[in-house]
């Protein structure tokens, strides 16, 4: 999903670095453990969402009211993302991402400790600031360690960790929350952090070569209005996809009526359709400028008319979950691609913003959801929430392919 956000800065690390015969370390190990840290980060986002009725009612709030734990980790990203790239950024990448683990197993330790919700929020938005940072050092390492001209699938490979997450991480930490308790969930995201941590500790190479660069040109990337139509198109197109995913628990129990039981399997449907449209998505944003972006939308919308009128019976409802993870993720890269396209000469700030720009959709379904679910619109209702959101996102995209061909982007 974030892949090719980072491609640009992944080959302006190669080019960093074209001399480099033969970088310190194993370069397997090191994927391997920049990987078990993403798995890690998306166990612990994407699981929350699986969660979200168990800490509810233990800390006694309504789903809607929970649902600002799952917006305070997406706020924590799309705010602490370009914060800490920027302030770290002549820090060894080394250096920091160790620290940003440490930061990492703080926001998630101290979420299973959580007394109430207002504490909840406060964690989960200290867990979710680490998130941006970690790809963008990692996809540093990643370049790094393998050499000029295989950076981008190098970083390919630890972003595998995000993907097995959205399969594997968060339909297990559903599991787990459900028999053990959500707090439970928390703690095996601790234990997996500090797997992660300790494989980071042995075989992130130790190298000078690492330590960060000025980011002045890169902030020359923040004035160009091409840049900021995209973060909103992606903000708001994106939305429709937490918009399902933060309520796929109450559309299973309350919805079609099935027992919790299903959740996890709900979850990992959706996951697997997130990797097929990634996988698609990529091939799509290659070939065509902007095709995967409308079709993936426009997919999108059909299948949210679906859910919103027969999401009730559960044979209609998971293929349809299917369906939303593969035609949003068939529309990212492109997203991606594009973003990065507009201000190549600063491509960490826009793996940091495109970062942000999904995490700030998270924040927009679950509102628009929550918002739905407290006018007593029914469970469902979170689809047509994020139908208007995607409406309006494609519409404002259609309008800058417009705008791009009548006048260029003097900015750019």
């Given amino acids: ?49 699986g969660i979200i009725q168990l800490f509810a009612t233990d800390l006694g709030v309504s789903v809607p009211a929970a649902t600002y734990a799952i917006t305070a ?84 490979t630890v972003m595998g960790g995000l993907t097995v997450a959205t399969i594997a991480g968060a339909p297990l930490g559903t599991f787990i929350g459900q028999h053990a308790g959500w707090r439970a969930m928390y703690w095996t995201v601790v234990a997996i952090g500090l797997l992660a941590g300790a494989a980071l500790v042995a075989w992130l190479p130790r190298t000078d070569d690492l330590h960060g660069s000025p980011v002045r040109d890169e902030l020359n990337g923040l004035r160009r209005l091409n840049v900021w139509l995209m973060v909103t198109v992606a903000a708001l197109g994106i939305s429709s996809i937490f918009a399902v995913y933060t309520f796929i628990g109450p559309f299973v129990t309350d919805a079609a009526l099935r027992d919790a039981a299903l959740i996890p399997i709900a979850l990992a449907v959706f996951g697997l359709g997130m990797a097929v449209g990634n996988h698609l998505g990529g091939r799509v944003a290659d070939r065509y400028e902007h095709r995967g972006l409308i079709w ?51 491509p960490t700030l826009m793996g940091a913003l495109n970062l942000a720009a999904l995490n700030l959709a998270n924040s927009l379904g679950a509102i628009g959801g929550a918002i739905t679910l407290e006018a007593g619109w029914g469970t469902l209702s979170t689809v047509w929430a994020g139908f208007v959101l995607t409406s309006a996102g494609l519409f404002l995209y259609v309008l800058t392919i417009t705008r791009k061909k009548r006048a260029p982007d003097v900015a750019r």
């Fill in 1 to 49: 999903m974030h892949t090719r956000a980072y491609e640009g800065q992944c080959a302006v690390e190669e080019k960093r670095h074209i001399s480099a015969e033969s970088p310190v370390g194993n370069p397997k190990l090191t994927l391997f453990a920049l990987a078990l840290g993403t798995f890690a980060i998306g166990t612990g986002e994407f699981g929350s969402n």
């Fill in 73 to 156: 980790y997406a706020f924590g990203v799309v705010i602490g993302s370009p914060a800490i790239t920027l302030l770290a950024a002549r820090v060894n990448r080394r250096t920091l991402l160790l620290g940003l683990v440490v930061l990492f197993l703080a926001g998630n330790g101290l979420s299973a400790l959580a007394p109430n919700i207002a504490l909840l929020v406060v964690f989960r938005f200290v867990a979710g600031s680490v998130q941006g940072a970690f790809f963008g050092a990692g996809a540093v390492v990643a370049a790094y360690v393998y050499g000029p001209g295989r950076g981008g699938k190098a970083f390919a």
């Fill in 296 to 346: 993936g939308y426009g997919g999108v919308l059909a299948l949210l008319v679906v859910i919103g009128v027969a999401g009730g019976n559960l044979l209609i409802l998971l293929p349809c979950l299917f369906g939303v993870g593969a035609t949003m993720m068939l529309a990212i890269p492109t997203i991606q691609v594009r973003l990065t396209g507009f201000a190549p000469d600063a």
